[in-house]
């Protein structure tokens, strides 16, 4: 599928002149044109729409007047700075609902040289270690008698308090 060009969603008959599936509101600067938006494209029978807001109580908005999700970039932002600063082998996180996510560490000194088994993740620290990623390839459900290597990353699931207190050990 080939994206659009962006629409100016204060035309409700560019809207309407168009048929769209998902639509992005990026509007991040006035609350009113973004609940507006949102509100034509529901009217409009879009399927599925994202929007953008600053802060909570405008995502609360959005959604309950029908936005599918909604993103808070500069949130995330914060998000990850923090993750960077207070675990160093941090790479990357995707969110799994609130309480929980998959996050792409760099694997620790301290797991070279030692099995999945032997480390056992899941029952010490409560997490699951869904990939690694091994030389350039990615190993899915790596087996128990995988041996972690220096370069290496690792790919956990679990809540975002177990995967924050992985860092107290490393």
């Known amino acids: 599928m080939t994206p659009r060009p962006f629409v100016r969603s204060t035309s409700l008959e560019a ?3 168009e048929t769209f599936d998902i639509v992005v509101v990026a509007i991040g600067s006035s609350l009113e044109n973004n609940l507006m938006t949102t509100l034509a494209l529901k009217s409009l029978g879009v399927r599925r ?17 029908g936005a599918d999700e909604v993103i808070l970039p500069e949130q995330d932002s914060a998000h990850r700075l923090a993750y960077s600063l207070t675990m160093p ?9 609130e309480r929980y996510s998959i996050t792409e560490l760099k694997v620790p000194a301290s797991f070279v040289g030692r099995s999945l088994s032997e480390l056992d993740l899941r029952q010490r ?7 690694v990623e091994h030389r350039g390839e990615l190993i899915v459900s790596p087996p ?4 972690f290597e220096p370069d290496d990353k690792l790919a956990v699931l679990g809540s975002n308090e177990r995967i924050a207190s992985l860092s107290e050990y490393f």
């Open 125 to 131: 620290y409560g997490v699951t270690v869904i990939a």
């Open 49 to 65: 729409i994202i929007c953008k807001a600053q802060n909570q109580k405008q995502r609360v908005a959005l959604l309950a007047i």
């Open 15 to 17: 809207l309407r002149s």
């Open 89 to 97: 082998l941090y790479i990357d996180q995707i969110p799994m609902g």
């Open 144 to 147: 128990a008698d995988y041996s």
